[in-house]
């Protein structure tokens, strides 16, 4: 089937979804998209999306769907909830999963898909809303290698690097392995910024040098931004970043793999989000962190 005949439907336009969305239209592909605050869809629309009036809506007549949501109960809802994708996938649909889920509910929705014979490819991302713009997210795939070469074309359209992972399950796994490592670094940045502010050493003196050593990473540059803008609009709210770790945590509990640095840093994402701060970013973990180190961060 030509690219231009096959359409998608976009559902989750959220910080990352929106972007990712847009991208998709600039792409070329016919889109539907929907989201639950419905004022989200405004920009898609006014570039040329279809507005659909519900998830349903979202998925008639769409050769794939790709989910945009925040985390396991979102995407339970949008896909088998009142309105939801599954009671408009049409027969040989693709729906491609993006948001950081459990491999769990990975395996419950490509089972339930499957009896009303609609694929399903997990594909959660790395990188930050700014590659999302970029459409340069990286991808991580897990489901069959057939699906996935069908839906490619599509991928392609918000992600510079792809990778096949394996069957249902492996790419959420590996993703949320690599969030573990994400949160653990961000700690470990809340921690150095206040050591070193707390001695008097610049800001800009600890991230040149951090910079041009072998500790510079994309983790580091986001903990810079986050501390240079103070105020700005978050990118990665902080409940993500404790939905991640605490999927990862469960994760290991069923394997009994010991993580004791991982949870030590939920300890404090879940601290900072029951300060009602988990709509904030970084700049939340750094207020705690400097609040307990007796020291002011802005100033
Ligand atoms: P976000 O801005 O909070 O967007 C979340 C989306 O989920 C919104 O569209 C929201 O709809 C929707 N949603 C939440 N609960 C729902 C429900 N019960 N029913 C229907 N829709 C629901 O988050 P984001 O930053 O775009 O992140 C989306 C996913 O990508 C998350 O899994 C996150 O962990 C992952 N991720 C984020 C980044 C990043 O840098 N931001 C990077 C990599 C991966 P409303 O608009 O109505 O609230």
Redesign the pocket.
Known sequence: MAKKRMKVGFV??????SPMAMNVLKAGWPLRVW???AD?AEPLVAAGAARAATATDAARGADFVIV????D??LD??LFGENGLSRGLKRGAILINC???SPAISFRAATALRSISVRYLEA??????QAAREGKLQMLVGGSREDFQKAEAVLKSVASDIHHIGDIGKASTLKLALSLVAATMIQAFAEYFVLARKTGIPFETMMDVLKVGPLDSQPFRYAEQVVVNPGARP???LK?ML??VNLAMDLARQMDVPMPLTSEVRQMLAAAKNLDRGDEDFAALLDLMAGWAGVPMRG
């Open positions: 989750g336009l959220g910080l990352m979804g989201n639950r605050t989200k945009m949501v925040a985390d109960t979102a809802s949008v948001s950081t889920t959660p991302v790395m990188r930050s809303v990118s990665f709210y993500h939905k991640d």
